[in-house]
């Protein structure tokens, strides 16, 4: 009887780990910066998203387990993996990827930036000119910012900021006041520029370039007259950044926030970078300074911060390393300059960034304007900080309508930011809440209330994507513009919920969490797997960032055994194992990545016929289930429904050249075309040609 009993699909063998497959999502981006179809400054920028990926990486899931640890409140996912487990895995992964990253930048992109005649000079190699002007540059631009600090008992060991660069240097001999010292730590101003580009005329080419700690090490004895200066190391710090704020506790909570920033330039330390060649009594002495362990440190063959040579991609101009420019398709209002009567005709659908942003601005823009418009309603959890669109509902409150923003003040790492737009907004007269407490708003809702005759009418607009301009353009993402009533009316019941507070009345279209969304999405996967099980067609696809809530993928792993064929495409995270026999062998993940970041949450299901697809603001992840509003909405007409299986998975499943395919054991297998006669497909281009001007 054992033999026919039902697998436990509580299994921790069925769950990959979310941290390690974080890192082997990181480790596909390093592969883009790897291939040599991808244009040379690109894969240089690649190279930098990895690394300030691995920033992040450390600075909140390392950080977050390493608290776990100290505060002995270890939690287990569902990959059974304690925390010491999975840093001990996570430290082995780490390490390796970050020495490739290195090996990456010196033995290939490097060498072909030297190709095309883009030299970072060293030190070693710089002539007698380039010498003079660079001694000249440390005494004139350097120097008068430069504070060095012996380390004795009256110069304790400064503050060092999360991220900064700074060197410890050994040193010989006695101060002013005859003191012996033999350690002091400098630091480089964040203001400096890390990349500083030599006079047009002084080298082989003009973008030529020296780092800015070269600079340092060459000149580092001016700091220390009278001493010698036996070796100088770059060194930099990763320190815990999640923020904690009780806000059970506290009456405001962007008081509290304001408070609270300034402290994550200081949390604990987590990781330190530090020089390969520095020597290893140095490094004992920061470790034991910072409460490190060995598997804390990482020696680096270059620049200790790989992302500032994201500069490059910006200095130099060459249009032929770079992709090929793009302009998005016209906005709706350009072949449609009333908006509010485009909606009216029909529903709208865009897709960012192949089609243009501006006919969001355009929305907000003309419903600012618009005599008609009484209210203007919107959550905005990233939206940057020069925002046209904030500019929009400034103007709108200033011309007496009726504007109420949600902004989510604990959007991570635009916490500054948020705290400034909101402060803008009050001072505009419009009505700024920050969401609820304990649970963050991720949705993306806009409404506006106009008069129209005798009566009033709605008009939403719901997406999947931030509403940010800059990320518009390279995050992939879906809008829809719509005034159906019932669904504008479910918007409506929405914000009073997040104004007001009040219970959630029944919404008619739209699935929200952290009340119904999660439930609903297990229903129609289990109406799927009933299908499947009386013989009727059944087909689940889904887009998202991130797979990892566990009861999701248990009711994945059933419909695969009913013979339900599920096509995920999954950016990021999955802690699903596809391919698993009598598991999961009906279920396939990809993961599409190129010049776009893949943004867009879409869920289908075939429903044996009477199919039904939602675009949403959630992945499938605990917190976006549970511990965040989110909003997930149907689309009802049904030429825009096929577009999107046409736009969002028919050309992601046919890529055979930026695409990863997930094994069973967690590993990602880069797709090509099995020989030479095979069509290449690459989606993102694909979309391009049919939705933008290339």
């Not at 430290?91 to 883009?118: F, M």
């Not at 009727?536 to 339900?564: C, D, F, H, W």
């Not at 869920?603 to 909003?631: I, T």
Request: aromatic share 8%.
């Amino acid at each position: 009887m054992q033999e026919n009993a039902a697998p436990d699909l509580n299994n921790p063998d069925y769950y990959l780990n979310r941290e390690l497959s974080l890192l082997a999502f990181n480790r596909r981006v390093m592969e883009l910066a790897q291939d040599p179809r991808v244009p040379l400054l690109e894969r240089l920028r690649f190279l930098c998203i990895s690394s300030a990926n691995m920033d992040e990486f450390f600075e909140v899931r390392v950080a977050s387990l390493k608290q776990q640890l100290q505060l002995d409140v270890a939690s287990i996912g569902a990959d059974g993996l304690t925390p010491t487990a999975a840093l001990k895995q996570i430290t082995t992964t780490a390490h390796a990827l970050v020495d490739s990253q290195y090996k990456l930048l010196n033995e290939s992109i490097i060498p072909a930036l030297r190709q095309e005649d883009i030299y970072f000079v060293r030190r070693t190699h710089w002539d007698e000119r380039q010498l003079a002007w660079l001694s000249d540059y440390f005494d004139r631009e350097l120097m008068p910012l430069l504070s060095p600090l012996g380390l004795d008992p009256a110069h304790p060991f400064p503050n060092v900021i999360n991220k900064s660069l700074n060197f410890i240097i050994s040193l010989q001999g006695t101060d002013a006041f005859g003191r012996e010292i033999d350690t002091a730590i400098v630091q480089a101003p964040r203001s400096l520029p890390r990349i500083i580009r030599l006079p047009e005329g002084m080298a082989a080419s003009n973008d030529s370039f020296v780092f800015l700690s070269s600079i340092l090490h060459a000149f580092i004895d001016r700091l220390f007259p009278g001493m010698e200066v036996l070796g100088c190391y770059q060194f930099r710090l990763t320190r815990n950044s999640n923020m904690y704020v009780d806000e059970e506790e506290i009456d405001d909570l962007l008081q509290a926030m304001q408070g609270e920033l300034p402290q994550r330039n200081y949390g604990a330390v987590v990781r330190l970078e530090v020089a390969d060649h520095c020597p290893p009594d140095n490094i004992e002495y920061l470790m034991e300074h910072f409460h490190l362990c060995e598997q804390d440190v990482y020696n680096v063959n270059g620049p200790v911060n790989l992302n500032r040579l994201m500069a490059i991609a910006d200095l130099v101009d060459r249009p032929a390393l770079r992709f090929p420019p793009f302009r998005p398709a016209p906005s709706v209002a350009e072949r449609h300059p009333d908006l509010f009567e485009r909606i009216k005709h029909s529903d709208v659908l865009v897709h960012h960034p192949y089609q243009s942003f501006q006919t969001v601005l355009d929305f907000i823009g003309q419903a600012a304007k618009d005599p008609d418009v009484l209210a203007i309603k919107m959550t905005l959890y990233r939206t940057g900080k020069q925002s046209e669109l904030v500019k929009h509902l400034i103007r709108a409150a200033r011309l007496g309508k009726e504007v109420t923003v949600v902004v989510e003040l604990r959007a991570r790492f635009d916490e500054e930011a948020n705290i400034g737009l909101a402060n803008q907004l009050q001072n505009a007269g419009a009505h700024v809440v920050y969401g609820v407490v304990g649970y963050k708003t991720h949705a993306k809702l806009c409404l506006v209330v106009r008069r129209e005759g005798q009566q009033l009418r709605s008009y939403a607009h719901l997406g999947t994507g931030n509403y940010h301009p800059g990320t518009a353009r390279i995050y992939t993402d879906f809008g829809l513009l719509t005034c159906q009533p019932d669904m504008t009316e479910d918007v409506h019941k929405v914000f009073h919920m997040l104004t007001g507070l009040g219970r959630m009345r029944d919404l008619k279209y739209l699935l929200e969490a952290p009340f119904n969304l999660h439930q609903v999405v297990m229903e129609k996967i289990q109406r799927e797997t009933q299908h499947a099980l009386a013989g009727k067609p059944a087909l689940i696809r889904a887009r998202m960032n991130a797979l990892i809530e566990p009861q999701t993928i248990s009711a994945l792993y059933q419909a695969s055994q009913a013979g339900v064929r599920v096509e995920l495409v999954v950016r990021g995270v999955c802690c699903l194992r596809p391919g698993i026999a009598g598991i999961s062998e009906n279920i396939h993940v990809r993961s599409v990545m190129g010049r776009f970041l893949e943004h867009p949450r879409v869920f289908y299901f075939q429903n044996a016929g009477d199919e039904e697809l939602y675009c949403s603001s959630a992945d499938w992840m605990p917190r976006n289930f549970f511990r965040r509003v989110e909003v997930a909405f149907p689309i009802l007409d049904q030429a825009l429904r096929q577009r999107i299986i046409h736009e969002a998975f028919e050309w992601h499943l046919q890529d055979n050249t930026q695409a990863w395919e997930l094994q069973a054991d967690g590993t990602y297998l880069r797709q090509q075309p099995e020989n030479d006669e095979v069509e290449s497909i690459n989606a993102q281009q694909q979309l391009l040609k049919l939705l933008a001007n290339v």
